[in-house]
């Protein structure tokens, strides 16, 4: 059991490390394409998408950004290290699960 959950949080938080920067990706790609649109259109409709889409793109920047410090400042608060391996607890009859016996 203990190995499982290890394993699942191993696989979240790679899966996490590799988002994060694809999500900022994305999210400054479409805001160059909003500079590109706004810039390549004199006036009107298109112009207005560009606008938009730049908006839109700051936007995301600093929302993914922000969650991101937020995250990383209640581990602070908290004094969770992010390069610790977390212990999972194990249960009686587990293959490899040794409990130590508490002192008084």
Not at 16 to 29: D, E, F, K, T, Y
Not at 36 to 58: D, N, P, S, Y
Not at 65 to 78: A, C, M, N, Q, R
Request: hydrophobic share 50%; with cysteine; glycine share 14%.
């Amino acid at each position: 059991m203990g190995n499982n959950v290890t394993q699942l949080e191993q696989l979240i938080g790679t899966v996490v490390n590799m988002l994060i920067p694809i999500l900022v990706a994305l999210a400054l790609a479409y805001f160059i394409w909003g500079i590109i649109k706004f810039i390549g259109t004199a006036g009107g409709e298109a112009h207005e998408e560009g606008k938009k889409r730049m908006l839109w793109g700051i936007i995301a920047l600093f929302v993914i950004v922000s969650i991101w410090g937020i995250v990383g400042y209640i581990g602070d608060i908290f004094g969770i290290d992010p390069n610790e391996k977390i212990k999972v607890p194990c249960t009686p009859g587990t293959p490899g699960c040794v409990i130590q016996p508490q002192s008084p």
